[in-house]
């Protein structure tokens, strides 16, 4: 059985810190998704890495997938209080079309 | 990017009761997923719903309980029956495009009483 160990589960940090949220596995996908929701509404996906040791650059979030697409890292870099909510890491089989998630990050961003 | 809608956002149920979720795609998708997360929780895929098939069930998760519908390439419907208290959770539909990306419609959640 595949799993995604995301951590922290739960992340409060002031206005203009740095931070980092992890997500581990010790299955290979084939590609590795981060995705963000905020209440009362669905995911939305950031973006999809697919290489291993690929880095992706969204403005001021980083995004990491290990050299052997097993593990993945989402810095952010100056957090705002827009950046508040649930972070969910997602491992893709190409297969099945399905998405594994990881438990998510709560992220609180205080002014 | 696909634009999905999904209905109702939110009901209060009976329990004993069953509830029909709608979800409508704006474009041709072949597989369409049903989650389930509780608030502030990560997502639990109930089962994988596909044109023309029965609907396929993970673990935990049964035909009875959740029946699926998927008449045509845009829509799918989930029914939530005979519904408990602990039934109680956002249900989610998404389709996967490309490196199984999923886009998500903005949910509904059921409170059962």
């Known amino acids: 059985t595949q799993l995604l160990e995301q951590s922290p589960q739960f992340l409060s940090i002031q206005e203009g810190e740095n931070l980092t949220v992890y997500c581990n596995s010790s299955s290979v996908f084939s590609s590795l998704q981060w995705y963000r929701q905020e209440p009362g509404e669905g995911p939305v996906l950031l973006v999809t890495v697919v290489t291993g040791g690929e880095v992706k650059k969204l403005k001021r979030l980083t995004f990491q997938f290990g050299d052997a697409r097993k593990d993945s890292s989402l810095h952010i870099t100056a957090a705002q209080p827009g950046d508040t909510g649930l972070y969910l890491c997602?491992?893709?089989?190409?297969?099945?079309?399905?998405?594994?998630f990881g438990q998510g990050t709560t992220l609180q961003v205080k002014p | 990017s696909a634009v999905i809608s999904q209905k109702p956002s939110r009901d209060i149920c009976q329990r004993g009761t069953s509830l029909t979720i709608q979800c409508q795609v704006d474009?041709?998708?072949?597989?369409m997923f049903w989650y389930r997360q509780q608030p502030g929780q990560s997502l639990t895929l109930i089962a994988t719903?596909?044109?023309?098939?029965?609907?396929?069930?993970e673990s935990g998760f049964v035909i009875d309980k959740f029946p699926i519908s998927r008449p045509n390439l845009t829509f799918s419907t989930l029914t939530v029956s005979n519904m408990s208290p602990e039934d109680s959770s956002i249900y989610l539909c998404?389709?996967?495009?490309?490196?199984?990306?999923?886009?998500f419609g903005q949910g509904t959640r059921l409170t059962v009483v």
């Open positions: 474009s041709q998708v072949t597989m």
């Open positions: 998404s389709v996967a495009q490309g490196y199984t990306e999923a886009f």
């Open positions: 719903a596909n044109q023309g098939s029965e609907a396929t069930y």
């Open positions: 997602a491992g893709g089989s190409s297969n099945t079309g399905k998405l594994i």
